[in-house]
């Protein structure tokens, strides 16, 4: 009888999802565990078959410095930002689109999907302009998404994932922050969802107690109270951002949960913090 429920309590969600845009910006926890890996491209396989165009963005900052220390390249910061010289982004790109976006490209394969795996290099997909300021190095801003090439590559039934990685018009390669550009790519694919997950319970209060549901008003005034800093705020900001461009309902979730992305969408009760509405 549990299971039954289950099934007719994601129904209504199923049916009201099938043919629309879900981005997901995946990273933490749920992309170092091995086990959570299974279970979130299993979650993402089957978004797809029931409908849901599912874009994956991925992170990689544990990866990127693992990979660093492993080849004694050494880090320089500024204000407390890493410095992505040019030999930082070999790394970075050889570790975000060489390693990482392949291996989840193939944990879908596994799943039972078909993921296409790039980088917002391919084809144009994500064109930025170095990050203005202190100067930190090759990390740019996004300027420009080519929506046509993942919408080609969800028409024929492909899942893909990409790299934050972008081209400059100046010729040059440049790191966008994952958040941001998970964001910017459901702006331009006017995406119902977009889903960030992270390793906290979702956003927590000044009580520490995570919110469930925040109107766009209630987070902006949120983001601006000492209850948030550090990488909270890139999040909270490209949610307010995406849903300004027409994004439906954007939603911070922790990924350390099993099947993470299923329950927020497919419960009636879901997990994390929701922001949606003015
Ligand atoms: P990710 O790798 O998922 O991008 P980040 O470390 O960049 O994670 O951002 C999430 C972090 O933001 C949390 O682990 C937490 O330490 C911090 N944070 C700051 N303020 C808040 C808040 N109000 N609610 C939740 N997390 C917060
Ligand atoms: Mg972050």
Same mark, same amino acid.
């Given at each position: 009888?549990?299971?039954?429920?289950?099934?007719?309590?994601?129904?209504?969600?199923?049916?009201?999802?099938?043919?629309?845009?879900?981005?997901?910006?995946?990273?933490?926890?749920?992309?170092?565990?091995?086990?959570?890996?299974?279970?979130?491209?299993?979650?993402?396989?089957?978004?797809?078959?029931?409908?849901?165009?599912?874009?994956?963005?991925?992170?990689?900052?544990?990866?990127?410095?693992?990979?660093?220390?492993?080849?004694?390249?050494?880090?320089?910061?500024?204000?407390? $930002? &890493?410095?992505?010289?040019?030999?930082? +982004?070999?790394? @970075?790109?050889? %570790? #975000?689109?060489?390693a990482?976006?392949?291996?989840?490209?193939?944990?879908?394969?596994?799943?039972?999907?078909?993921?296409?795996?790039?980088?917002?290099?391919d084809?144009?997909?994500?064109?930025?302009?170095?990050?203005?300021?202190?100067?930190?190095?090759?990390?740019?801003?996004?300027?420009?998404?080519?929506?046509?090439?993942?919408?080609?590559?969800?028409?024929?039934?492909?899942?893909?994932?990409?790299?934050?990685?972008?081209?400059?018009?100046?010729?040059?390669?440049?790191?966008v922050?994952?958040?941001?550009?998970?964001?910017s790519?459901?702006?331009? $694919? &006017?995406?119902?969802?977009?889903?960030? +997950?992270?390793d @906290?319970?979702? %956003? #927590?209060?000044?009580?520490?107690?995570?919110?469930?549901?925040?109107?766009?008003?209630?987070?902006?005034?949120?983001?601006?109270?000492?209850?948030?800093?550090?990488?909270?705020?890139?999040?909270?900001?490209?949610?307010?951002?995406?849903?300004?461009?027409?994004?439906?309902?954007?939603?911070?979730?922790?990924?350390?949960?099993?099947?993470?992305?299923?329950?927020?969408?497919?419960?009636?009760?879901?997990?994390?913090?929701?922001?949606?509405?003015?």
């Amino acid at each position: 009888m549990e299971k039954i429920e289950v099934l007719l309590e994601a129904f209504p969600y199923i049916k009201k999802f099938s043919g629309c845009t879900f981005v997901v910006k995946y990273g933490g926890a749920a992309m170092e565990e091995e086990g959570l890996r299974k279970e979130f491209a299993r979650d993402v396989a089957l978004l797809k078959y029931v409908g849901v165009n599912p874009v994956i963005v991925h992170g990689g900052g544990p990866q990127i410095e693992r990979m660093l220390a492993r080849l004694n390249i050494p880090t320089r910061f500024v204000d407390g $930002l &890493r410095v992505t010289d040019e030999e930082t +982004l070999e790394i @970075v790109e050889m %570790v #975000l689109s060489g390693a990482i976006n392949k291996a989840i490209v193939q944990a879908i394969h596994n799943a039972g999907g078909q993921a296409i795996g790039l980088s917002g290099k391919d084809g144009k997909l994500i064109t930025a302009e170095k990050t203005k300021g202190k100067d930190i190095g090759f990390v740019g801003d996004v300027v420009r998404v080519n929506a046509k090439i993942l919408k080609d590559i969800s028409n024929s039934g492909h899942i893909p994932v990409v790299a934050p990685l972008a081209a400059g018009a100046d010729g040059a390669t440049y790191n966008v922050n994952a958040d941001t550009a998970a964001g910017s790519i459901a702006k331009a $694919l &006017r995406a119902e969802k977009l889903v960030l +997950l992270t390793d @906290v319970p979702g %956003v #927590l209060d000044a009580d520490l107690k995570p919110i469930s549901s925040m109107t766009g008003r209630e987070a902006r005034i949120l983001a601006k109270s000492d209850a948030v800093r550090g990488g909270m705020i890139p999040k909270i900001t490209c949610c307010l951002d995406a849903l300004h461009g027409g994004v439906k309902k954007t939603h911070i979730i922790d990924g350390r949960v099993a099947h993470a992305l299923l329950l927020e969408v497919f419960t009636d009760l879901g997990i994390g913090t929701q922001i949606a509405g003015e």
